[in-house]
C-alpha cells in the first residue's frame, strides 16, 4: 500500500542529487526528474525521466522508467527502450519506455535510509544505461 509520506521524504532526497523534480504532493504516484543527467555515448547530456512508482511503492520497487524519445546511445537505439509501447501509461505523453526493472529491492520500513529507497532504484537504473 502506498506510503505518501514516505513517498514525498524519499523523492526530495531524490531532489538533492538531480535538482529540479515534478511530482504531485497530494498522489505522488510518479515523479518526473526534470533534468537526469545521462551517460556518455548519448546523443544528449540529459533528459526528462519520469517513474512511475506503481501501487505498492514503497514495498515494491517503481514500477517503469519513462525516458524522452529520440535517444540513442553509441549511433545505436537500445533494446531495451521503446519510442512506443501499447500499454504503457506515459508513452502516450510522448516519453519512451525503457525495460528496466528493480531485481532486488529490500526497503527497510522505519528508515528510508537504511534500505533501498527512490535514490537507490534511480542509480540503478543509471547504470543500466551506462552500461547498455
Not at 512506443?84 to 529491492?105: I, L
Request: aromatic share 14%; glycine share 6%; hydrophobic share 30%.
Amino acid at each position: 500500500m502506498r506510503n505518501p509520506v514516505r513517498t514525498i521524504a524519499e523523492i526530495r532526497l531524490l531532489s538533492t542529487h538531480f535538482g529540479e523534480l515534478d511530482f504531485s504532493e497530494v498522489n505522488p504516484s510518479s515523479v518526473e526528474i526534470c533534468h537526469f543527467p545521462l551517460p556518455k555515448g548519448y546523443n544528449r547530456a540529459e533528459c526528462r525521466v519520469v517513474i512511475d512508482l506503481g501501487p505498492e511503492y514503497p514495498e515494491l520497487p517503481p514500477q517503469d522508467f519513462y525516458l524522452d524519445r529520440g535517444l540513442h546511445k553509441h549511433g545505436q537505439v537500445s533494446s531495451h527502450y521503446f519510442n512506443k509501447f501499447d500499454g504503457k501509461r506515459y508513452c502516450n505523453d510522448g516519453y519512451a519506455w525503457y525495460s528496466f526493472h528493480v531485481k532486488k529491492w529490500h526497503p527497510n520500513p522505519h528508515s528510508m535510509l537504511g534500505g533501498d529507497n527512490l535514490l537507490s532504484a534511480v542509480n540503478a537504473f543509471y547504470n543500466a544505461l551506462k552500461t547498455d
